[in-house]
Every structure is written in C-alpha cells, then in structure tokens.
C-alpha cells in the first residue's frame, strides 16, 4: 500500500511540474513597439461612458506618457472587445509623423486585433495627468 501511494505522489507530482512547464511558455509577452525618439505632443482621446479629449505639449508630462507606454507588456490574442472603456493616444513627432496606441480595458488593439495587455493602469495613471491640467 505504501509503494502505490508513492508511485502515485510522484507521478502526481511530474504531472503538475510537466504542466507547469507547459503554461510557461504558452505565455509569453512582448513590449509595446514605440519610437525612440520623443514626440512633441500628445492627444488623448478618452471613450469611456462617457467622452474627453485632452492634449499636452508638456515635454515631462509626454516622457512620462511615453515611459508608461513603454511598460506595457503585449500577451496573447483575444476576441474580448469592450466598447465603454477605450483609450487612444495618438503621439505626434516634429516631423508631422504620428504613433497611435488603443487600448480597451486590459487590452491593447494592433491593426484591428485585441491583445491581453498589463501595464495600461500606469499609462492611464499618467493620462490622468494631462486631463487634470485641462479641467
């Protein structure tokens, strides 16, 4: 009785680790792809229950906005749409040239497709910023 017992603790036991090992890899993320250089302004466009716009040309408030976005970690593809809380940032360059960034809920939306996405409560603790400094 005592051997069965332990066959079955370690057979359990690999079983949980083989599993382990599975999800980790299964999970991995990548970072948002963001310009190096630094935008000159920033427009934010805020489509909760309700709507906002805001803008800054702040260069602090924009390199807090830009590291913030930095952080946000890409996972895996998701069909979960939300439409009452989205976020678009659109940066734009001295050059005229613009970087777009959505993100709905907890999800960040790349050519249409919405991925799981951490990070965005700091992109929107620094949004909040900007929108304070317009009200």
Known sequence: MKKRIAVFVIMAGLTIYGCSNQTS???TTTPVEIKEEMPVKIHYSRQW???LEAETEDPEAIKDIVEA???VEIGS???MATMD???IIRLIYADG????FEFEENNIVIDEKRYEATGIRIVREQLE???DEEI
């Open 25 to 27: 890899f299964s999970h």
């Open 49 to 51: 229950e309700y709507s």
């Open 69 to 71: 976005i930095r952080l």
């Open 77 to 79: 593809e998701t069909q």
């Open 85 to 87: 809380y989205t976020d």
């Open 97 to 100: 040239s613009e970087e777009v």
């Open 129 to 131: 910023k900007i929108v």
